[in-house]
């Protein structure tokens, strides 16, 4: 059965738009969630990538190699940052600050990639960053450390469009299983040792929290990630990032739900406009599809 890319992103974007309020239920330091949920992962695809990929892996080049290694520090970097940073703001702040990725990829697009965007797509990273300005606008100023919490939210989406900017290479010849396992892979192992680095133990927390990280694995990090992962061979970084700008939306919601934390009154204001502008630029993406095809 084909999927469309399109519906694999939709899930993604719901899938990942529990995070926030998984990690907020944890008991246990940033980097200790950040670290269980991609071992996690990497724990649960390592089998299926070595059923299926080990040939694959094996004609891995070292640039290949290089490039996951990148790509895996990026993510590590990024779950480390805004992860730490729902210690110091809101969720509704810190999800979409962590969503300005749109800026970030679309100007490296530009300047690295040399890719071209439609009007369509500009037209709607535009508008959706103006969305989310809305609402984080209404959100800021809601504690002594929010700034801070908010400049970690900004490097989180820094670090998270490089890894989506490596991935868009890599993906053109690397199939997703071994990608996504490796990257998973490198990311777990590099944040296992910034806990030992920052002296944060790995044990010795409630059940609970460990169900949470594991969930934190199936859901936003399996079925998130490994489905924006996916689509990176058929669609834009620029879209999928502003995709995820959905996100913010879906993560205030369950806030408000599990946690009693009302987003802004802004946010019903920015809501529309962050969606409209996803239209926008999945129109712009449809088109630069069809331009293709007819190539």
Known sequence: MKVSPYLALFAGVCASSFAAT???????????????RLSFATL????????RSRREVRSWTLRDGLGVSASGLCLAL??????????YTSISSSVLLVS?????????????????????TVAGIALSVAGVAIIAVGDRGSGRDSLFGDLLAVGG???????????????????????????NAVAALLLLAGCRMASDPLRGYPGRTYL?????????????HASFNWALRRLSPSFISVALLAEPVAASLLAYLFLSEAPASSAWAGGPVVMVGILLAAR????????????
């Open 78 to 87: 990024h779950f480390a940052l805004w992860i730490t940073s729902l210690e």
């Open 284 to 295: 712009g993406e449809k088109k630069m599809q069809n331009a293709k095809c007819k190539i």
């Open 157 to 183: 989406a820094v670090t998270i469009a490089a890894h989506l900017l490596i991935g868009r290479r890599l993906r053109q010849r690397l199939s997703a299983l071994p990608y996504v396992t490796a990257v």
């Open 100 to 120: 300005t990725t749109p800026v970030f990829v679309g100007a490296a697009s530009w300047l690295f990639l040399r890719e071209r965007a439609s009007a369509w």
């Open 22 to 36: 998984l990690i907020r239920l944890c008991d246990a330091p940033s980097l200790v969630i950040a670290a269980y």
């Open 212 to 224: 949470l990280m594991l969930l934190l694995a199936l859901f936003p990090q399996l079925l998130g």
């Open 44 to 51: 649960i695809l390592l089998p299926f990538a070595l059923l």
